[in-house]
């Protein structure tokens, strides 16, 4: 997706985006009468009891509005449970959640409808055939506020619940990850860190601000290096945080080709999911450690976010066919799976170390993932089952709540010298 692109994007997922885009909608429905009126016959208005309209639309016109009322009041409280229960960086997922802002838009486009109706209504502009155009066109919009309001009745239920937000996070998660197993490094040519660094040649372009890169247009990127001839090395991928000191990407181009890279990264504040599946995991390990402090001791969350993990894990490991990559210029480090693995376990492993419980899914969540994926991903869970042991050793001061553990690291293949008398299958989580 280009930058621009990308941006627009963004605008789309603004709360007050859908809101106009229906409210626009709504008051063409209304003015929509002044055009159709004309093609209908005389006499209508008196058959299908087309006066009672103004009604109909002064009720609507005072309800919509104490609706939308509440609907935020009850929006700002479910975005604080969300920051105080969850963690703020899901909040953002919640304000761009389609469900709501379909169903404020809607609020607020029934309410304008209203609104141009009754004040045209008023000057005259109907007629009688305009009258029944407007009727049609007000039952159907009835019709849709009885739907929006059953399905936000439904939705309110679960608006800013732990569960509810944790899945949030899980989608955009996934979606993120499957992103980057369908465009393997972005689409460029894979390299491995050690080796962008060492390709690290030429031209440096930096940053000229502090923040995150959010985005990074792969398309630009391609077409500037097919245009010198050349190649671009990314430093900076997705969820880095960069500074004047910090390389964007490396090439040998002249200065106002390296301005262009420059702007095919886009940087922010804050990380966003889209490109960058480790915010995901590491939004996910704040949950878990959020409900393992001792002011929430909800170790029930933390448990949910493990089997969470290992969903959204094994869509990475996936046995994908490997393709040639769609912009062969550009070389991108690839995502470690190391990182993936920590990013997602550390935080779970160092504030349950002393659950045994939440010890044990960890192992049997790491050994589902050795199943699921090739040797590297074997590889990395019997690195983080051992590292989790090594903590719930300390951890864990009852001796046989760690032989429990351990029995359920043996199944991701981890052992510990001279505990051979727990190799017995764990019970509990």
Partial sequence: MSRWGWLLLQVTRRLWFRATLISLLA??????????????PQGLSARIGADAVENILNIIASSMLAVTTFSLSTMVAAYSAATGNVTPRATRLLIEDT????????????????????????MGAYGERGRVVLFVVTIFVVLLIVVTLLRWIDYLLRLGRVSETTQ???????RAIRGRVDRPCLGGKPISPAASRLLSGGQTVSSDRIGYVQHVD?????????????????????????????PLAHCDADRQDLDLIRSAFTIADERSYDQDPRYGLAVLAEIASR?????????????????????VLAVWAEERESAEPAFPRVLVPEIEIADLFDDIFVPIERDGAGLAEVQIRLHKALAALGRAGDGRFRDEAVRRSRLALQRAETGLAFRPDFDRVQAAAQLVGVDLPGRDDARRQ???A
């Fill in 27 to 40: 008051v063409a429905a209304a003015l929509l009468s002044l055009v159709v009126s004309p093609y209908l």
């Fill in 99 to 122: 469900t709501t802002q379909n169903v404020l838009g809607t609020f607020v486009g029934s309410f304008l409808f209203s609104l141009v109706a009754i004040i045209t209504l008023a």
């Fill in 168 to 174: 949030q996070v899980e989608t955009a998660t996934a």
């Fill in 218 to 246: 792969m398309r630009a990127l391609s077409n500037l290096a097919d245009k010198t001839a050349t190649e671009i090395v990314v430093d900076a991928v997705p969820g880095a945080f960069v500074d004047p000191a910090r």
């Fill in 291 to 311: 409900a393992l402090s001792p002011a929430v001791n909800d170790p029930g969350t933390a448990i949910d976010v493990l089997g969470r993990a290992v969903r």
């Fill in 426 to 428: 764990p019970s509990g």
